[in-house]
């Protein structure tokens, strides 16, 4: 019995020695429905408890035996079990658990975590919808999409900036826009030029470049944790693009193009009941129709033959279509073609991409030419490394100016009724060496024509945008990565005032500027990760980091007056060249940093650091810590509802900073200035260096929760935010006793708190019809905490044309108020009316912000078997616009509201100073001009909105259809933007119609180019 015994034990060693000695390395990737690489993903041998688990890049490896069977497991993904056979390879794609809910996020730096894992609010946006009806600037398609996202665009025409604001302005002396990261990597969000109350053209920002083809999704971190790793530049959020990337599995050619017409849209609605003239007279020669050529203060219009600017004869009778006559219908065309694929070892894709816009103002309009390269590529099982570049060739032809009157085609808004915008036209005497065409008595308001047909304000950029990353995985579960990143853009600049313009010397022009410019972005970083799970229940990620940051500007201008040779515009051929104009400018920010996330089942602590020293600061003030700290608890794992699918609360805090929005402020420097008599001149600034200047500092807490009901047809996520800023850097006046007029000081305080809500619901899903919706809602309160201490409240940061009002900070208020001059009332609240029968101009005051503090957007989508409908809608409100339109059309008769008392002049209603009724008569002409002026209140209008902002209708073709063709895929869409406002409080402009994405001009307009409405359509082939 004892020797049986024996026996039987030795049978089973054996038995388990063959069993090892069968066992086989199985090796293999495991990755998304998307084709993304899943981190951490859990292994077993079936039957047993010998596992492992995925590393950073989705490959694993594990001794098995041929007859046994792997389980891969994933948090919001379904269970995987798949027989080994003879296999040593084994590839796996786990399908999303919708009842689980764990989509991977892009995070800060790159970093891909469990959404669910999550203690602050992330939203994200795939990039589909960005590229169906598209923006020249993909910014704008933003609009209404993301909850706590304020988007607000310049009318400047083609590839103009756009205003991005996340969860209200924390800054009011420097930027308050959100850091714009690329595949983890920041890049540069400049905005190179824009308008102000003297005019200017708006030259486009940093993300206007980038090719909405190319974007595989965006995803927006809106609160200060989310974005602390980032450290400084991410006070006010992130933006992080991800770009397209091939297949492991199969290679795709794909075709885009897209076909867009844009045509203004007349949002006036002026008078055309009395025409041209002055003094209610119509003109009765050339010189007096010139006079009044933008002016209507004439006589009632009765079709009579009357002299007009060009001393012909035309009717006196109202003339339609001057906006749509004037500006063109323009097409915008964009081609791309990628190609992408890969295999066991890695991935790539390439691009090409041109689009050719053609403004909607004639001879206007931009060229862009992109390619971009991804590939990733795994030299050995340990080493891996990415490869992302984009290289962007683009062309602005004549930028529009905006704002001011001078070479600003816009003033084509300000015809009088009777006046067709064609008897202006060429707007140049080609027998007179091309002598701009008078059009009124003011020299400086341009003739459009002369505008379109002479104006030079080009701009090109040539732009690198890239990354390189290396990888080495020494176990599945630690890693090291290096990667460096490179934005580099080479601009130039070329505008005149061109030969023949009215108001230059002589007639004779002027080079404006002749600038070239480069800016470069690096940043370098280190990064060591470690992701294990060490048992079911617990599991660890932790990551410390160092960052580099380079930032340098440079840029030489040449600009000088009256040209010799007519229409010869180069520096050599001025007759006065002014002095050479040299910038440069340079920050350097070293910084290190952790992050950790702990998590237990359905709890997860997250924690970061960063330690960031500016260059820009002085020596003993220059460094500052900045700590985060945030919390998960998915309740919905302890609960057994069959109605609530998922449910986590989530909390955090967050300590981030702030630099100076500009170098060389602690410090006295000199400026050399032209000589005299050929004897070097220098002066200093008139600013007093701050020696003890500091990084500000922004505190922020979130609360929030995101709910799952009924196997995910109903989704909520809510989130309230309370952001304090404290030694915000500010400049403050002192007196010239001095020897300087201001100085920069640590004294600003600003406050933001608000909800913001994001709904999604899906009402029908029936057979093959599916209605999808989501509804989001942001509701801001935003204070002006403290200034400068007090010297300098109000604070102005900038005007509109007429001057006599302005944008301004408030201590006490929201950022960017519009103030306004109100009427002069007495004590019961009666108007005060002058001697001369004109109300008076009361006290300054603050009217409004001009950036909205309630915002959001609703979207659809239907789709039923091959079609599919979507639509967008987006609001705003509770803003308020600062309008040189409505204040010009007050002095030029336009205005609806200027047709009473024309032929019986003006009694204002209110008291004079004694008390007494006022019964003084006023003409009209001399009463609408004189009140605008002191009453600026008039000029200030509700901006709120309701807009009609997207729709798209498309099919995607029968694959039986395709079947017999090299056609893997075709889908055609036929789209619109901006189809038509819904509500509004404007009568005589879209209340988007802004000059500046500066929040020192928040809200005003004036001088813009017409908002347009867009038709278009989308083809996509993807080849088999």
């Not at 009318?155 to 420097?174: E, K, M, Q």
């Not at 020669?285 to 203060?297: E, L, P, Q, R």
């Not at 989508?861 to 987006?874: A, E, G, M, P, Q």
Request: hydrophobic share 35%; glycine share 10%.
């Amino acid at each position: 019995m004892q020797k049986t015994l024996h026996l039987i034990v030795l049978l089973l060693l054996l038995c388990r020695g063959y069993s090892y000695a069968q066992a086989t390395k199985i090796a293999g990737r495991v990755v998304g429905s998307d084709n993304a690489p899943l981190i951490g993903v859990s292994i077993q041998v079936s039957g047993t408890s010998q596992g492992t688990t995925t590393d950073v890049t989705g490959n694993y490896a594990i001794m098995a035996p041929g007859n046994g069977s792997l389980v891969f497991s994933y948090v919001g993904y379904l269970p995987q079990t798949v027989a080994i056979g003879d296999r040593s390879t084994i590839n796996v794609v786990l399908a999303n658990d919708n009842k689980e809910l764990g989509e991977v996020v892009v995070t800060a730096l790159g970093i891909k975590k469990d959404e669910r894992k999550l203690g602050y609010a992330v939203t994200k946006v795939e990039g589909g919808p960005l590229a169906i009806a598209r923006e020249t600037n993909v910014a704008n398609s933003l609009e209404g999409r993301v909850a706590g996202l304020n988007v607000g665009g310049t009318s400047g025409g083609p590839g103009s900036s756009a205003r991005l604001n996340i969860r209200g302005v924390t800054s009011f002396s420097g930027t308050s826009s959100p850091l714009i990261v690329i595949n983890g990597v920041p890049m540069d969000n400049t905005v190179r030029g824009s308008a102000g109350e003297w005019g200017g053209a708006d030259l486009g920002d940093g993300i206007s470049n980038i090719n909405p083809d190319d974007i595989e999704n965006v995803t927006v971190l809106k609160g200060s944790t989310a974005s602390a790793l980032y450290g400084a530049r991410a006070a006010n959020g992130v933006i992080q693009i991800t770009t397209k990337t091939g297949s492991r599995t199969k290679t795709t050619i794909e075709y885009n193009t897209n076909l867009q017409f844009d045509r203004a849209v007349n949002n006036t609605d002026f008078q055309d009941v009395y025409g041209q003239g002055s003094q209610g007279l119509r003109p009765t020669d050339k010189a007096s129709a010139i006079v009044s050529g933008n002016t209507a203060w004439g006589q009632r219009l009765d079709g009579a033959p009357t002299v007009g600017i060009d001393g012909q004869q035309y009717a006196y009778s109202a003339v339609k279509g001057n906006i749509n006559n004037f500006y063109r219908v323009g097409p915008s065309f964009t081609n791309t073609v990628a190609i992408s694929g890969g295999g066991d070892k890695g991935t790539y894709r390439l691009s090409v991409s041109n689009l050719d816009n053609k403004s909607i103002l004639r001879n206007s309009g931009l060229t862009r030419r992109t390619v971009n390269f991804n590939t990733a590529y795994d030299l050995t099982k340990k080493l891996s490394f990415n490869l992302s570049a984009s290289y962007i060739d683009q062309n602005d032809q004549n930028r529009p100016q905006l704002s001011d009157s001078p070479l600003n085609a816009n003033n084509i808004l300000f015809l009088a009724p009777n006046i067709n915008q064609s008897t202006l036209a060429p707007g140049f005497d080609p027998n007179n060496n091309g002598l701009e065409t008078a059009w009124n008595v003011d020299s400086y308001a341009t003739n459009p024509w002369f505008v379109v047909n002479q104006f030079v304000n080009n701009v090109s950029r040539k732009r690198l945008i890239s990354s390189l990353s290396a990888r080495y995985a020494f176990t599945d579960y630690l890693f090291l990565q290096g990667r460096i990143g490179y934005d580099y853009s080479s601009d130039r600049r070329f505008g005149v005032t061109p030969y023949g313009t009215l108001y230059s010397t002589a007639g004779e022009g002027a080079l404006d500027n002749l600038t070239l410019g480069s800016r470069l972005e690096m940043n370098s970083d280190a990064l060591l990760s470690f992701n294990k799970s060490l048992n079911q229940d617990f599991s660890i990620s932790a990551s410390v980091g160092a960052n580099y940051r380079r930032n340098k500007f440079e840029s030489s201008r040449l600009s000088g007056g009256q040209f010799i040779v007519p229409y010869l515009y180069t520096p050599s051929n001025v007759r006065i060249a002014n002095r050479p104009e040299y910038q440069f400018s340079e920050l350097v920010t070293p910084s290190l940093y952790y992050t950790a996330d702990f998590t237990y089942r359905f709890l997860t602590l997250s924690t970061t650091g960063r330690y960031d020293r500016f260059s820009s600061l002085p020596n003993g003030n220059r460094s500052i810590f900045t700590p985060s700290v945030a919390g998960s608890f998915i309740f919905s794992d302890l609960l057994d509802s069959p109605a609530l699918s998922y449910g986590k609360l989530r909390a955090s805090y967050a300590k981030t900073s702030g630099e100076a929005a500009n170098p060389y402020l602690t410090q006295q420097y000199y400026n050399i200035g032209n000589p005299i008599n050929g004897v070097p001149r220098a002066n200093t600034s008139s600013t007093l260096p701050n020696a003890n200047l500091r990084p500000y500092n922004l505190r922020e807490f979130e609360i929030g929760t995101e709910l799952k009901f009924l196997n995910n047809r109903i989704g909520v996520d809510l989130a309230y935010f309370n952001r304090k800023t404290t030694g915000e850097i500010v400049n403050a006046s002192l007196s010239v006793a001095t020897g300087y007029e201001g100085t920069t000081v640590n004294l600003g305080s600003t406050l933001n708190r608000g909800v913001e809500l994001a709904l999604t619901l899906v009402p029908i899903k029936r057979g093959a019809f599916t209605w999808t919706s989501s509804f989001n809602f942001t509701k801001l309160h935003n204070e002006v905490l403290d200034i400068d201490g007090g010297a300098n409240n109000p604070l102005q940061t900038g005007t509109y044309r007429p001057m006599n009002a302005n944008i301004g900070i408030v201590k006490g208020l929201p950022i960017s108020q519009v103030r306004a001059y109100d009427y002069k009332r007495d004590a019961s609240g009666n108007v005060i009316v002058g001697a001369d029968g004109i109300p008076l101009r009361g006290d300054l005051k603050p009217m409004g912000s001009g950036i909205a503090n309630l915002y959001g957007g609703f979207n659809n989508d239907f789709t039923f078997k091959n079609f599919n409908l979507s639509f967008l809608i987006d609001y705003k409100f509770n803003n308020k616009i600062l309008s040189a339109t409505e204040y010009y059309s007050y002095t030029r008769g336009l205005n609806q509201a200027t047709l009473t008392g024309r032929e019986t002049g003006v009694v204002a209603a209110g008291v004079t100073e004694s008390g007494a009724v006022n019964t003084v008569v006023v003409p009209a002409y001399t009463y609408y001009p004189t009140l605008a002026s002191n009453v600026s209140a008039l000029s200030v209008l509700d901006g709120s909105f309701i807009k009609f902002r997207q729709l798209s209708f498309g099919y995607n073709f029968n694959q039986s259809l395709l079947a017999r063709t090299p056609f893997q895929n075709i889908t055609l869409s036929l789209v619109g933007r901006n189809l038509f406002t819904i509500l509004k409080h404007t009568d005589n402009i879209d209340p988007e119609n802004t000059i500046s994405p500066l929040v020192a001009y928040a809200g005003v307009e004036g001088g813009s180019l017409p908002f347009a409405r867009t038709y278009g359509v989308t083809l996509n082939v993807k080849f088999k």
